[in-house]
C-alpha cells in the first residue's frame, strides 16, 4: 500500500484496509517516499494497522537521500511507534535524476540498510526480560526483539544486473547482512519465479522467497509496470486485454491471469504470495478467493 495524498484517497485506503485485514495477510506494507516525502502519512498508517488490527504492518526504507544519523532516527522512530517489520530497498533515483548522480546518501545498498537496522534496533533494545516457568519472580535474560526485514528479489534480473548469478551473489549479500525474507519483483509467468527460487535454494538462499504479483486491471497499468520494471511483454496478457470489450472486462481478465498465476505458483511450491494492492481491494481479494488463500467469509470485515 502507499500513504494517502489526499482527503479523496484517504478516505479511500481506510475504507479498504478492514476488507485487506480480514483476509488474514501475514502482513501488510507500506510504501515511503525518498527525502522523507511522505513519512508522516506512512507513519500513521503503519500506525493505525497496528494499534486497530491483529495484522502486522511492514514499513518500506530506503537508501534514497539519507545520511546515516538521518536514516539512524526515522528507523528508531519506527521502532520506537512499535513498527518491527520492514521492507529494505536501495531505491530508485528520484524523478529526474540518473544512476550516475549521487542520489543515495551514506548508504549505498539495500545490505547497509539491512544492517543498519540491526543496529538500531540492538541498541534501542539489547536485551529482553522472560519469565522462567515454575520460578514465580524469577527472570531470564536474553537478547531484544528480533525485527523481520524483507528485500527485493528478481526472478528475471535487476536492470543494473550483468548476470543472473550477479543477482544471486546480491541477494545472498542480503540475506548474509541479515535479511529474513525476500519479495519479489513483479513477473507474469510461474516458470520465472519457480526456476528463480530454485537457482536461488542452489546458491545456498535459506530465507522465505515470497512471489510478488498485481491483478493488471488495464492495458495502460500494464504499459505502465512494463516502463516501470523493464520486464519484456507477456503478450498473451497483453493481447487479452487489448482485445477485452471496455474496463470492467479488462479487469475480468487481469484478475483471472492474476488467479491462474497464483495457483501455479502455489502448485510449484511458493510458501505463499505478496500482491500488490495499489490500495484498492475488490481485484486483490478476488485472486486470494481464486487461489484458495482467503474465503469469502474472510472477503467482510468483521
Do not use: W
Not at 489526499?6 to 501488510?28: K, N, T, Y
Not at 504492518?57 to 522512530?77: D, F
Amino acid at each position: 500500500m502507499y500513504p494517502p495524498r489526499s482527503e479523496q484517497s484517504q478516505a479511500a485506503l481506510f475504507e479498504s484496509l478492514p476488507h485487506l485485514v480480514a483476509a488474514r495477510p501475514d502482513f501488510i506494507s507500506v510504501t515511503y517516499g525518498a527525502n522523507g516525502s511522505s513519512r508522516d502519512p506512512s507513519l500513521a498508517v503503519l500506525t493505525r494497522l497496528l494499534e486497530n488490527t491483529s495484522v502486522k504492518p511492514m514499513a518500506h526504507l530506503t537508501c534514497v537521500g539519507s545520511s546515516y544519523a538521518e536514516a539512524s532516527q526515522l528507523i528508531r522512530q519506527f521502532l520506537d511507534a512499535g513498527i518491527t517489520s520492514f521492507l529494505a530497498l536501495r531505491g530508485d533515483p528520484p524523478q529526474g535524476a540518473t544512476e550516475g548522480d549521487n542520489f543515495l546518501g551514506d548508504l549505498r545498498s539495500a545490505g547497509e540498510l539491512v544492517q543498519l537496522i540491526h543496529r538500531v534496533q540492538a541498541e534501542r533494545a539489547p536485551f529482553a526480560f522472560h519469565d522462567v516457568p515454575g520460578f514465580p519472580g524469577a527472570k531470564r535474560l536474553s537478547s531484544g526483539e528480533k525485527v523481520t526485514i524483507a528485500v527485493a528479489a528478481f526472478p528475471n534480473g535487476h536492470p543494473r544486473s550483468r548476470s543472473v548469478e550477479q543477482d544471486l551473489d546480491t541477494l545472498l549479500a542480503k540475506e548474509a547482512a541479515g535479511a529474513n525474507l525476500a519479495i519479489t519483483q513483479l513477473f507474469f509467468h510461474a516458470d520465472d519465479f519457480l526456476e528463480f527460487e530454485r537457482k536461488a535454494r542452489d546458491a545456498g538462499v535459506t530465507m522465505r522467497i515470497l512471489p510478488g504479483i498485481m491483478p493488471v486491471l488495464s492495458r495502460k497499468r500494464l504499459s505502465r509496470i512494463l516502463e516501470l520494471t523493464d520486464e519484456p511483454t507477456p503478450v498473451e496478457l497483453a493481447s487479452s486485454l487489448d482485445g477485452a470489450a471496455d474496463s470492467a472486462a479488462q479487469a475480468r481478465v487481469g484478475i483471472d491471469h492474476a488467479v491462474v498465476l497464483g495457483n501455479e505458483l502455489l502448485d510449484g511450491g511458493a510458501s505463499g504470495l505478496h500482491l500488490y494492492t495499489f490500495n484498492q481491494h475488490e481485484a486483490v481479494l478476488s485472486v486470494l478467493e481464486g487461489t484458495g488463500l482467503a474465503s469469502s467469509q474472510q472477503k467482510e470485515p468483521a
